[in-house]
């Protein structure tokens, strides 16, 4: 069972509903198995129109800004999404008492504008996408995930999660596993299935900067924080520093992430541990953030999304560290501070940028 919930983009990593599968309440025990047997559903899906991701574009009728919120009404059928059509672009949302529907409209917005505004990106796939978003899906189902054409919420069990609509960088996540999947399509197993939820992490930390209009050091660096319930102790489900996201967690137990390649997963679950590694490029992508200073959207966030554009389906942590210094010098010059700080981050997570370089240089000419 739990083989068929990895590939698909879901918000909640495999270990934590492995951890949820031996909790002492039964109910807590039958939720998750529910959550997995959802996900596990649309993995057909995912892996279909991934492969094939012109035909899963739902074009704008205006080939701009176009959200369409679906409110599935607790029903947990792949099969039948994305449900009733319950808010358009440009409808009154002061009308919408449903919480789940206006936050699933207004953050997608947010998404698509930062998009825009920053990168200069029309959509998920650049060219007006529209952004699919069914709520209540299931009953108190607890995650959030990217089937490879829209977004798909439940609505949390309401002790351990809230509902996933409830925090930006839950839907930003979700919504660059699109953008992903129509640049470089990382495959999603071992490192580049780790990059893929990497660069999914760290967009969705720029979107939600930028929305607060924060700093660096303002930032808390967290992912997840706003859907955490009453139940756990956890206050987030994984962080950019260099602490642990939780330690002993009755329910959830330790944060597994590394932050150095030294201390790599290297088992097969979660795909080779997608979910997991990602917390190496995720402190990379924080030191240079760090480092640089100011607002995160304007100098490591460029280098980052050109990165992600110019990977390809392979691409492995070397890869992307020789990208990232390249696109570096190209953006900000060769030696400069931005250069230096992106070569000091990786080396500080215990990758070489210039080991990778010829490697990177090979590999997408031959891609």
Request: glycine share 12%; with cysteine; aromatic share 12%.
């Given at each position: 069972m739990h083989t068929c919930h990895n590939p698909l983009h879901c918000f909640l990593p495999p270990h934590v509903l492995d951890r949820l599968l031996n909790a002492d309440d039964p109910e807590i025990r039958d939720l998750t198995v529910e959550a997995i047997k959802h996900s596990a559903a649309a993995r057909t899906m995912r892996f279909t129109l991934s492969t094939m991701s012109i035909m899963a574009a739902i074009p704008s009728p205006a080939g701009t800004k176009n959200r369409l919120v679906y409110d599935m009404e607790n029903i947990g059928l792949m099969q039948l999404l994305p449900g009733k059509l319950v808010l358009s672009e440009g409808d009154d949302i002061s009308s919408i008492t449903d919480e789940a529907v206006k936050e699933a409209y207004n953050y997608s917005g947010i998404v698509y504008d930062f998009y825009q505004e920053v990168f200069q990106r029309n959509s998920l796939d650049d060219r007006?996408?529209?952004?699919?978003?069914?709520?209540?899906?299931?009953?108190?189902?607890?995650?959030?995930?990217?089937d490879g054409e829209q977004m798909v919420y439940g609505d949390g069990d309401g002790s351990i999660f809230l509902r996933f609509t409830k925090a930006l960088d839950v839907v930003a996540h979700e919504l660059t596993h699109g953008v992903v999947q129509f640049t470089s399509n990382l495959e999603y197993r071992d490192e580049p299935?780790?990059?893929?939820?990497?660069?999914?992490?760290?967009?969705?930390?720029?979107?939600?900067?930028?929305?607060l209009n924060q700093d660096v050091h303002n930032a808390d660096w967290?992912?997840?924080?706003?859907?955490?319930?009453?139940?756990?102790?956890?206050?987030?489900?994984r962080t950019f520093k260099a602490e642990k996201a939780f330690q002993n967690d009755p329910l959830l137990g330790t944060d597994p992430q590394p932050k150095h390649i030294r201390e790599k997963y290297i088992g097969s679950k979660d795909n080779g541990g997608v979910h997991i590694n990602s917390g190496i490029p995720n402190h990379a992508f924080?030191?240079?953030?760090?480092?640089?200073?100011?607002?995160?959207?304007?100098?490591?966030?460029?280098?980052?999304?050109?990165?992600?554009?110019?990977?390809?389906?392979?691409?492995?942590?070397?890869?992307?560290?020789?990208?990232?210094?390249?696109?570096?010098?190209?953006?900000f010059g060769n030696n400069s501070t931005e250069q230096k700080a992106v070569k000091k981050a990786w080396d500080a997570v215990g990758i070489s940028v210039e080991a990778g370089m010829g490697r990177e240089l090979l590999h997408l000419a031959t891609a």
């Open positions: 007006g996408m529209s952004l699919i978003s069914s709520v209540h899906f299931g009953r108190r189902y607890n995650n959030a995930f990217w299935g780790a990059l893929n939820e990497h660069f999914a992490d760290a967009m969705s930390a720029l979107v939600k900067q930028k929305h967290l992912m997840g924080d706003g859907i955490m319930g009453p139940g756990v102790q956890a206050k987030c489900l924080y030191l240079v953030a760090m480092e640089l200073g100011g607002q995160s959207w304007q100098r490591v966030g460029p280098i980052w999304y050109q990165t992600l554009k110019a990977l390809s389906r392979n691409s492995n942590f070397q890869d992307a560290a020789a990208m990232t210094y390249q696109v570096a010098g190209t953006l």
